[in-house]
């Protein structure tokens, strides 16, 4: 069956650190991998997209790679803050009849401490 | 980026009254939108996918006749809960796709936070 793991349910790193999260995904063909941020009693905020033929992807603070080999994603924060303390959610999203239609991780509860 | 709003935010209902979640899409049109439920500390589950004028597909292990989905319009979808029980308190998202770009964003909303008593 489809299984989507992300990497420690939680992560506690100083405040100016890289915040590394992990997700891995097995039975799945992910045409494109996602990273929302997600906070408490809110609906997940969309942070990034990569595509299956993309290694690396920046915005900003952030950093995605995709390993479609190793069926792994990372998501880095550079810099990190107290106000990026936050729940993150990974998707892989296949393409097909199946577009659209989001699986997310566990998701990783990240604490960034002054 | 385009905005979704969910009404009400929060509900409180006795058992065996229904509850209806409006989902609309304030600055685009949405043919598909989908419908999460999420326990404490836990992530979105999918419960189903609502397509404007057509009925909607849910995924295994939800009850079609338990949550009613209508798409009337391609601005709103509505979710209601019909004779809710206490094991239907969750916190329900609904999700917008947005076509407008080279691939088809999906932006979500502030969530409706549903307690039955």
């Known amino acids: 069956s489809q299984k989507i793991e992300q990497n420690s349910e939680a992560l506690n790193i100083q405040e100016g650190k890289t915040a590394t999260l992990t997700c891995n995904y097995t039975?799945?063909?992910?045409?494109?991998l996602q990273w929302y941020r997600q906070d408490p009693g809110r609906g997940p905020v969309f942070l990034l997209l990569i595509r299956e033929n993309e290694k690396e992807k920046r915005k900003e603070r952030l950093k995605v790679t995709f390993d479609t080999t190793l069926k792994q994603s990372l998501f880095h924060i550079t810099a990190s803050q107290p106000a990026d303390s936050a729940t993150y959610l990974c998707a892989p999203l296949e393409g097909g009849t199946s577009y659209g239609k989001l699986t997310f991780g566990q998701g990783t509860i990240l604490t960034v401490h002054p | 980026g385009a905005v979704v709003s969910q009404h009400p935010s929060r509900v409180i209902c006795k058992s065996g009254t229904s509850v209806k979640i409006e989902c609309r899409s304030l600055d685009f049109q949405a043919t598909t939108m989908f419908w999460y439920r999420q326990f404490p500390k836990k992530s979105l589950m999918l419960m189903a996918t609502s397509n404007e004028g057509s009925k909607a597909t849910y995924e295994q292990g939800v009850e079609k006749d338990k949550f009613l989905i209508n798409h009337a319009s391609l601005t709103l979808s509505t979710l209601t809960v019909t004779s809710a029980h206490p094991e239907d308190s969750s916190f329900y998202i609904c999700?917008?796709?947005w076509g407008g770009g080279s691939y088809n964003e999906q932006f979500f909303g502030p969530g409706t936070r549903l307690t039955v008593l």
């Open positions: 999700s917008a796709l």
């Open positions: 039975n799945y063909s992910p045409a494109y």
